[in-house]
């Protein structure tokens, strides 16, 4: 099969497309035919050698496609089946992959939306747990508009949460679309805030790591009630919380984001498509910031 693969580190150019040997599925999981895979940040970090050391590395922990393969044990899918899902091997962006977590793809939704979906939505609701955000409290997002960001903003109203997001002016109307009260950025935020809730925010999520823990810690009072995912130095310093992402304790938030997004309650931006033998400009784009919304790449 062909798979995406760079055996130095360095820039996109390292990067390329390789026959490897066909996975098999294992016990508890199962083995797609891989039609897009979401391309993430951690993607070129370890491009970069800043991850993992090992070479050569392939990439990818995230795709949609159709089952062909089950491994023992499984039940709840059957092959033929399109679903999205996570793979614990970091080997997503290739013709096949195996995938240890999955949720059926719903009817209504493509295979590149689909494979937008895993890494947002379990980073969203693992932060969204730390927190113990509940139903008729009030959640603070900094960076509410992007992957994570508008992942969490859904769950969260899934949830009977009321969300005030902070982000761009040329996101706001989309985050209202997504039931949040949008704020713009910089100078004179926190007085958009208090403005929007007078008796204070319940909670706080910093999905964008611009610095400014201190604000939320103010915002809600206590740096217990403060998450990051982006900040862990300011975390340390300022005695939040940082969740990361190493357990897949939240896996079970795909089943949500399928049953959501089959109601037309949960979508995540998908900003450009590459094929599989684009994965280097891919790369190029995502570095530069230059596209708004996720990158995914399409296998024939």
Excluded: C
Excluded at 2 to 30: C, M, N, Q, T, Y
Excluded at 179 to 208: F, Q
């Amino acid at each position: 099969m062909k798979a995406a693969r760079f055996s130095r580190f360095g820039g996109p150019d390292v990067l390329e497309i390789v026959d490897l040997p066909a996975p098999h599925a294992g016990p508890g999981e199962i083995r797609i035919k891989v039609r897009a895979a979401g391309v993430n940040a951690s993607d070129w970090k370890k491009r970069q050698g800043l991850m993992d050391q090992e070479l050569p590395q392939t990439l990818g922990y995230e795709a949609a496609g159709v089952v062909d393969e089950l491994g023992a044990g499984v039940s709840g899918v059957a092959l033929g089946d399109r679903v999205f899902g996570a793979s614990a091997y970091g080997a997503a962006q290739a013709e096949l992959s195996v995938l240890s977590y999955w949720a059926k793809t719903p009817e209504s939704l493509a295979d590149t939306d689909a494979a937008a979906i895993p890494a947002a939505a379990e980073t969203a609701a693992r932060a969204l747990d730390t927190l113990d955000v509940a139903s008729g409290t009030t959640l603070f997002i900094n960076g509410a508009s992007g992957s994570i960001g508008s992942a969490a903003v859904q769950f969260a109203v899934a949830r009977g949460v009321r969300v005030i997001g902070s982000a761009s002016p040329v996101t706001h109307e989309r985050l209202r679309f997504l039931g949040a009260e949008p704020v713009a950025y910089g100078d004179g935020m926190s007085a958009r805030v208090h403005a929007l809730a007078p008796t204070g925010i319940a909670r706080a999520l910093d999905v964008a790591g611009n610095s400014v823990l201190p604000e939320l810690i103010e915002f809600t009072g206590s740096p217990e009630r403060v998450v990051t995912i982006a900040d862990f130095v300011g975390a340390r310093d300022n005695g939040v919380r940082f969740s990361r992402g190493d357990d897949g304790r939240a896996t079970y938030a795909f089943a949500q984001a399928a049953t959501l997004a089959s109601e037309d309650r949960f979508s995540i931006p998908v900003g450009a498509t590459f094929d599989l033998s684009e994965v280097a400009q891919a790369h190029r784009v995502g570095e530069s910031g230059a596209v708004r919304g996720k990158l995914v790449l399409t296998v024939q």
